[in-house]
């Protein structure tokens, strides 16, 4: 690689504006190619940063842990919502603990404020079992007590009132916050063109051209563009891109439902998570209500059946919601990876190409991170973060690889997939 | 609970009535969804029960007919589950129907379905179009015939087409000094055969008696005239018009006139409610004559979807009599499908009201042709006028957006958030979409159109929470499992 070569990212996502931001800012030559296309999970999202909620199972990993309970199609020896590594909490506190000052940066560089807002997340414990499943977490949190805080049922009514009182109380995670997800991208893509990004929209990626294992060049609908690096951040379509280059790339997408309520006074301060949904307060007042995991393609509807289960949840959790009307409903796919984490970095056998992929349900919080961190493999700098545990060659398996590359090859040898696969946000 | 349904019909306006009677009266049980309290849709609208009409005459010939509708309805209503003051939130290609009622909702999954969701007035933007007091035809006929309302005190209708003479005259009579009727178009329908033919046209009301009224009132009718812009601090005070040229409808703004108003009504003719038949995955075609967007169906009313049906002004703006005929094809045909009568008698029962409808085509054809919009009147937004009121995005924020490569109305929406609103683009994506086509030199079909999603009207999460005839995820509480099993 050259000590300054010209990077094109493939996809217009959170992640790929995230990386097309911090590779500008290195002084590189960078192109980003973008066809929006329904679905995609950035405009879905409902902007959650929660470093903690995720990693231990809530949010989307809990709702979708019941409903897999509540179908009798728990894999065996399930038993609660999946917890997920060590490596990604540190991967997801550093990324979040990036946003206080991206939130004053990227107002500089863009001009854009992404809504950074300090609402930690509460997880509402609705009987005994949802005490006993929130007690270890709270006492083993692998963060450490201090950004956990135990709130009894009177306490939970002084800091959110609108909240039941039907409620044996309430674990609070400090840090976990939220931003705006769509102010975010483009706040990233702006801050990119101010630093000489070049920003092809609605311009389809159609093919990667490959020299003598390296790649050199990206085809588009508008025609060719040469490059010295290539990064796949092209979300739940990501496999499609590996695909060009002959990689076979586990990402499918995982649908999400989302509801939006009218716009209302100020009347929750924190995130919520239940078994049943989470709920969020956007800046603009509307109250976000999320969401189904379902492996139903590039299908971007929405059903009866989740329309009823999200909104009983948000009527559950706060009572006074039932009078409240529903403004918009829908769907996003997440870019799904079998074991949850991000697939970044490079690829063993094919030089100028970078993943910035598979980031599920947490890709508004992992933006940040997973765009320096690919601006620092562009230069060749040390990353600043090991890329080792997220490298595609973690899902290598002795076992011969489908043909297709919908990823069923490298999975099939693995074990299951934690049953906590959540949403994206 | 009992879920299936042999016939749903949607919509209880002329079009939806005349299938249910059709249906019904070949021997088929069937569903009828209409949100009004009462049947008769817009046109055949009718003032609520507690209202005592005792001037039938002063409501014109539509109520007279409307009457009549409803007594052959009366005939055939044992067939008939009624549910009125129920919205449809959204249709699936497998026709299951989820609709809403107060506090509570439920689906229905339809053997048949036949859609007959009417229409709505053609939103036209131009500065001021969003103060309280600017009115658009459709919004004044409701308050004037169910509410028996005077909108306002001194009004100025604009649009085109017969349809602003009727609500001209209609205000009139309730007392509203009218300052002005602008008919952005010619005098072509004013004149000579098209009077005669619309004497018969009950959609536009009786055309030639309201001429005749506004003429004995003396209030003006301009040709090629238009409203400029309405003004006002919290409600419409004032509004400028003026000329427009008669080729495209350019405004010429170089000759304004202003009058102090409180109301301005603009009847820009309609556009077909086409979100259940797009939810239910129908295929759609552009035809401006026909109003925009519309549902591809063959003779018989069928979309392309087996055993959906689109009727009445929802599936091209027609007007009445031909909603009326349609609804009755689509109706003896489900019933026909349902195997209540056979084909052959199918056939002869069709056999009137596909001559009728064949009948009107010409008229309606011209009428089509008047009541098409010219795209000079894209000139009157500013760059600060909202394109989309609900999410508040102004032309600039489309003209940045088709500046940085959004080419079709999908991706402006993507862009600005334009049509993600509760509207879902009822007042943006037409006059957008022709926005987009001069702005990019794209025609209709590339431009395309903002995807509809459930919930196609306003619910609440209480009656979303107690929908019936779905499946609830989970029971019990399973984290009631985890205590002995996790680590």
Not at chain 2, 322 to 344: C, P, W
Not at chain 2, 439 to 451: H, K, S
Request: aromatic residues 6%; contains cysteine; charged residues 20%.
């Amino acid at each position: 690689m050259s000590r300054s070569p010209d990077v094109v990212v493939v996809g217009g996502g959170v992640i790929g504006c995230a990386v097309a931001y911090y590779v500008a800012k290195r002084g590189l030559k960078v192109t980003l190619v973008d066809l929006p296309k329904r679905g995609r999970a950035t405009s879905a999202s409902a902007g959650g940063l929660w470093p903690l909620g995720e990693s231990v199972g809530l949010g989307c990993g809990v709702i979708f842990y019941k409903a897999l309970a509540g179908m009798g199609t728990l894999p065996d020896g399930v038993h609660g919502p999946g917890q997920l590594p060590r490596v990604f909490l540190d991967f997801a506190l550093r990324s979040n603990a990036m946003f206080p000052g991206l939130a004053g940066e990227l107002r500089e560089a863009s001009g854009i404020d992404f809504e950074f807002e300090r609402t930690s997340l509460l997880f509402l414990m609705y009987d005994e079992g949802d005490v006993t499943f929130a007690k270890p977490l709270w006492e083993q949190c692998p963060c450490g007590k201090d950004l956990t805080e135990w709130l009894t049922p009177e306490e939970l009514a002084k800091a959110e009132p609108a909240v039941t009182r039907a409620i044996h109380g309430a674990l609070r995670f400090h840090g976990d916050d939220q931003v705006n997800p769509y102010r975010l991208a483009d706040a990233f893509r702006a801050g990119a063109r101010n630093l000489g990004a070049t920003i092809l929209t609605h311009t389809e990626v159609t093919g990667l051209r490959v020299e003598a294992g390296r790649v050199v060049g990206v085809e588009t609908a508008a025609g060719p563009v040469a490059c010295d690096l290539v990064v796949n951040a092209a979300g739940a379509w990501a496999a499609e891109v590996g695909r060009m280059v002959g990689l076979d790339i586990p990402v499918r997408p995982v649908r999400g439902q989302i509801i939006g309520t009218e716009t209302l006074p100020e009347v929750l301060s924190a995130c919520l998570s239940t078994t049943d949904c989470y709920l969020a307060q956007k800046g603009h007042g509307e109250v976000i209500i999320g969401s189904t995991t379902e492996e139903v393609g590039f299908e971007v509807g929405t059903t009866p059946e989740a329309l009823k289960t999200l909104s009983a949840g948000a009527v559950r959790a706060v009572p006074f919601l039932k009078d409240v009307r529903v403004k918009r409903v829908w769907s996003g796919l997440r870019p799904g990876s079998p074991d949850e984490l991000p697939i970044l970095g490079p690829v063993e056998g094919l030089d100028g190409y970078l993943n910035a992929c598979g980031h599920f349900r947490t890709g508004i919080l992992t933006s940040p991170l997973t765009g320096q961190l690919v601006a620092e493999l562009a230069v060749g700098d040390r990353p600043s973060f090991p890329v080792e545990p997220f490298l595609l060659a973690r899902f290598r398996s002795p076992g011969p690889h489908a043909e297709d590359g919908t990823g069923v090859g490298p999975l099939a040898d693995l074990d299951p997939p934690p049953p906590g696969s959540g949403g994206s946000r | 609970m009992r879920t299936s349904r042999s016939l749903i019909i949607i919509g209880g306006g002329p079009a939806g009535m005349a299938a249910a009677i059709e249906a019904a009266r070949a021997g088929l049980n069937l569903t009828l969804i209409d949100e009004a309290p009462r049947l008769g849709g817009q046109v055949y609208r009718r003032p609520p029960e507690a209202f005592r009409v005792e001037d039938a005459e002063r409501l014109g010939r539509d109520f007279a007919r409307g009457e009549r509708l409803r007594a052959e309805f009366s005939e055939i209503a044992e067939r008939v589950e009624i549910l009125s003051g129920t919205s449809v939130l959204g249709v699936w290609p497998d026709r299951e129907v989820l609709w809403a009622r107060d506090d509570v909702s439920g689906v229905f999954r339809a053997e048949r379905l036949i859609i007959a969701g009417g229409a709505y007035d053609r939103p036209v933007p131009f500065p001021g179009w969003t103060l309280p007091g600017v009115m658009t035809a459709g919004g004044v006929q409701v308050l004037m015939k169910t509410m028996r309302v005077r909108p306002g005190r001194r009004a100025l209708v604009a649009g085109t087409g017969p349809l602003i003479v009727g609500v001209a005259h209609r205000l009139h009579d309730l007392g509203v000094e009218v300052v002005s009727v602008l008919e952005a178009g010619d005098h072509r329908w004013v004149s000579g055969g098209v009077t005669a033919a619309t004497n018969e046209w009950d959609t536009i009301g009786d055309v030639r008696s309201s001429l005749e009224a506004l003429g004995r009132a003396g209030i003006p009718l301009l040709f090629n005239h238009t409203i400029f812009e309405a003004e006002g601090a919290d409600a419409v005070e004032a509004a400028t018009y003026g000329p427009v040229d008669a080729e495209a409808w350019q405004p010429r703004k170089d000759r304004p006139r202003r009058v102090e108003v409180d109301l301005v009504v603009t009847g820009f003719g309609f556009v077909p409610n086409t979100e259940l038949t797009t939810l239910a995955g129908c295929r759609h075609h552009h035809a401006p004559e026909l109003g925009g967007w519309v549902p591809v169906r063959d003779a018989l009313m069928q979309t392309t979807v087996p055993g959906v049906f689109a009727v009445g002004d929802g599936a091209g703006i027609g007007g009445v009599l031909v909603a009326l005929e349609e609804g009755r094809i689509a109706g003896i045909t489900a019933a026909e499908l349902a195997g209540t009568i056979s084909a052959d008698e199918a056939s002869g029962r069709r056999a009137g009201p596909i001559d009728r409808l064949l009948s009107l085509a010409e008229v309606r054809a011209l009428l089509g042709e008047i009541s098409q919009i010219k795209p000079g009147l894209l000139e009157l937004a500013s760059p600060e006028t909202l394109a989309c009121r609900c999410e508040e995005v102004s032309f600039a924020e489309v003209r940045a957006a088709v500046d940085e490569g959004a080419k079709d109305l999908q991706a402006v929406k993507l862009f600005t958030r334009l049509g993600m609103g509760p509207c879902q683009g009822r007042n943006c994506a037409s006059h957008v979409g022709m926005h987009l086509c001069q702005a990019t030199g794209r025609v209709p079909e590339e431009v395309g159109r903002i995807t509809p999603r459930p919930p196609a009207k306003p619910v609440t999460l209480g009656a979303l929470a107690a929908m019936e005839g779905v499946a609830q995820t989970a029971a019990a509480d399973p984290l009631d499992a985890v205590g002995g099993g996790a680590s």
